[in-house]
């Protein structure tokens, strides 16, 4: 599996972006599909998720009320909607595949891809 993010950048406080993810591969369906993100000096934190059979979604409480992930199953797609934007939200935006996530807040991660940098100025 091949992932490509997109649609980082700089924003002001309270402005919103959405980041896209584009996966590629054979059994791209059968995956789980989040984001992560990681700010300097601090640990990759998991963000959100989305299962493409069921539909199936995850958001941390961080970002809830904010964030939103959502998948376009016949582009393989994923987009991280992410409304009234932070300063603390400033990090290296990563997309994720997993072959056994079941929804929760746990996620094994089988694949990243490159990361799209998200600088929110206040």
């Known amino acids: 599996v091949q992932l490509q993010a997109s649609g980082g950048g700089l924003v002001r406080r309270g402005d919103s972006l959405r980041l896209s993810c584009a996966a590629s591969?054979?059994?791209?369906?059968?995956?789980?599909m989040g984001w992560f993100r990681q700010a300097p000096g601090k640990e990759r934190e998991f963000v959100a998720a989305?299962?493409?059979?069921?539909?199936?979604?995850f958001v941390a409480d961080s970002v809830k009320g904010r964030f939103t992930i959502s998948g376009a199953n016949a582009k393989n797609t994923v987009y991280l909607q992410m409304n009234s934007l932070k300063p603390e939200d400033t990090a290296v935006y990563y997309c994720?595949?997993?072959?056994?996530?079941?929804?929760?807040?746990?996620?094994?991660?089988?694949?990243w891809g490159q990361g799209t940098q998200v600088t929110v100025s206040s």
């Open positions: 989305i299962r493409w059979s069921g539909g199936s979604t």
């Open positions: 591969g054979r059994t791209v369906s059968a995956y789980g």
């Open positions: 994720a595949a997993s072959r056994s996530w079941t929804g929760s807040s746990g996620f094994a991660t089988d694949y």
